[in-house]
């Protein structure tokens, strides 16, 4: 019989985002089934926060982290941060997310993008909760912004994270685990387990980022939740753990960063 530690925790999926036929609610019971048993939403845009807090409110073991990603950061100003702010003291809201800088994005520019990461930030450090990063080709100015706003107040959780084992523990040290998913699995994938293997045990959570991002032998396909599980056997393989343990280290990495019991 698995006991509550032992249950695995996706940190990230979108569940308000996937693929006509596939039911959030049917999706989270398979993933059950398969020992994956809390979920964490991330925010995109403002639009969509509603359906966020409704399915985290309605569905078992889903929490939320409503935020603007940098794709949308032209949605950030003084009335969208009125809007996550009155968000924030829902029970069901654990995070801001996700924010963060996306190099590869010609727009919004990086000015634009940072001025929403910041603001969000100041507003996760404000209230208390930490937040769920997304980074593409700017690591280091986001790893800038994060000493300068000083993130290490609030830390959380960096998502598909695919940077080095330096800028890795560069983020652990501003209380930020690292999540790991879909793309460790990839056949000829070489940094993620690298960084995997020699990153502290305490700062390794797993995420799906369903519907992205699917594990081998589903690359390609649409993700789900319940594929969770195939990220958590190359966790296991690859720092000679059981799933237990994953299991058991992983949530207890989530739940303490998010604050979480
Ligand atoms: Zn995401």
């Not at 249950?7 to 398979?30: C, K, N, R, S, Y």
């Not at 040290?173 to 995997?196: C, D, H, K, S, Y």
């Not at 237990?244 to 949530?251: D, F, M, Q």
């Amino acid at each position: 019989m698995q006991t509550h530690s032992e249950l695995f925790f996706d940190t990230h999926v979108h569940l308000d985002q996937l693929p006509a036929g596939l039911d959030p609610a049917t999706e989270v019971a398979l993933a059950q089934r398969q020992g994956i048993h809390r979920f964490l939403l991330p925010g995109v845009e403002p639009q969509h926060w509603q359906r966020l807090l409704e399915l985290a409110t309605t569905l078992s073991g889903c929490l939320a982290a409503p935020g603007v990603h940098p794709l949308a950061a032209e949605s950030w100003n003084e009335d969208t941060a009125n809007r996550l702010l009155s968000l924030l003291d829902n029970p069901q809201v654990v995070a801001v997310g996700e924010i963060g800088l996306d190099g590869y994005l010609a727009q919004p520019t990086a000015e634009i993008q940072e001025q929403a990461l910041r603001d969000q930030l100041r507003l996760a450090r404000q209230t208390g909760l930490p937040v769920l990063l997304h980074c593409r080709k700017a690591t280091g100015r986001l790893l800038e912004i994060l000493h300068q706003e000083q993130a290490a107040d609030c830390g959380g959780i960096w998502h598909a994270f695919s940077g080095s084992l330096e800028t890795a523990q560069a983020a652990t040290q501003l209380n930020f685990a690292i999540a790991f998913g879909g793309p460790l699995t990839w056949p000829g994938a070489r940094r993620g387990p690298e960084v995997l293997k020699k990153l502290s045990a305490e700062w390794i959570v797993l995420e799906s980022d369903a519907p992205d991002l699917a594990p081998h032998p589903h690359r390609g396909e649409t993700n789900r939740p319940a594929y969770l599980g195939l990220v958590a056997e190359r966790v296991a393989a690859l720092r000679g753990w059981s799933m237990e343990e994953t299991a058991r280290i992983t949530t207890a990495n989530a739940c303490r960063v998010l604050g979480l019991k």
